[in-house]
């Protein structure tokens, strides 16, 4: 069994390579571009450029 799988990056259409525990919903960093990528489905693997977190300042 392999240790990792592959994936397009969707921002830069590279084969990238993830382990083969990742789970949906986990944050990866792009090898290719440094973006941070969330894995929306394992069947097939897709992943898509994850939303950035805006600060709530305690409200």
């Given amino acids: 069994?392999?240790?990792t799988i592959?994936?397009?990056d969707p921002l830069s259409g590279e084969?990238?390579?993830l382990p083969s525990d990742?789970?949906?919903g986990e944050i990866i960093?792009?090898?290719a571009t440094g973006a941070e990528l969330e894995v929306v489905s394992l069947d097939p693997v897709?992943?898509?450029e994850a939303p950035?977190?805006?600060e709530d300042w305690g409200e």
């Fill in 6 to 8: 592959t994936a397009e």
């Fill in 22 to 24: 990742v789970e949906v």
């Fill in 29 to 31: 960093d792009s090898p």
């Fill in 52 to 54: 950035e977190l805006e």
């Fill in 46 to 48: 897709i992943l898509e």
């Fill in 1 to 3: 069994m392999s240790d």
């Fill in 15 to 17: 084969e990238i390579e």
